[in-house]
C-alpha cells in the first residue's frame, strides 16, 4: 500500500483533494536528478483541509474512476 506526501492544489471539486506529489529521479544517460510531480486525486474523508496544505495519502480501493487514495493526516 502506497503511502505519500504532497500538497494540495485544488479543493474545486466536492470530497475531493488534488494533491501534487514531486519526487527526484536520475536522468537515464546523464545522472542529473530531474523534479518530477504527479496529480492525485485524494478523498478528503471528513478531513478540514485548505490550499498549500502538505498532506499524507494513502492508496485504498477505486472511490471513483480517477480516484484511488484518501487523505491520511494533515501536515501543516
Do not use: C, N, W
Not at 1 to 29: F, N, Q, R, W, Y
Not at 47 to 62: A, D, H, N, R
Amino acid at each position: 500500500m502506497k503511502v505519500l506526501e504532497g500538497v494540495v492544489k485544488s479543493l474545486k471539486t466536492k470530497d475531493t483533494a488534488v494533491v501534487v506529489v514531486e519526487s527526484k529521479i536520475p536522468h537515464k544517460l546523464y545522472k542529473k536528478l530531474m523534479k518530477r510531480s504527479r496529480r492525485y486525486k485524494a478523498s478528503l474523508g471528513g478531513k478540514e483541509v485548505s490550499l498549500g496544505q502538505t498532506v499524507k495519502i494513502k492508496e485504498t480501493k477505486p472511490i471513483s474512476k480517477d480516484k484511488h487514495f484518501e487523505i491520511v493526516e494533515v501536515k501543516k
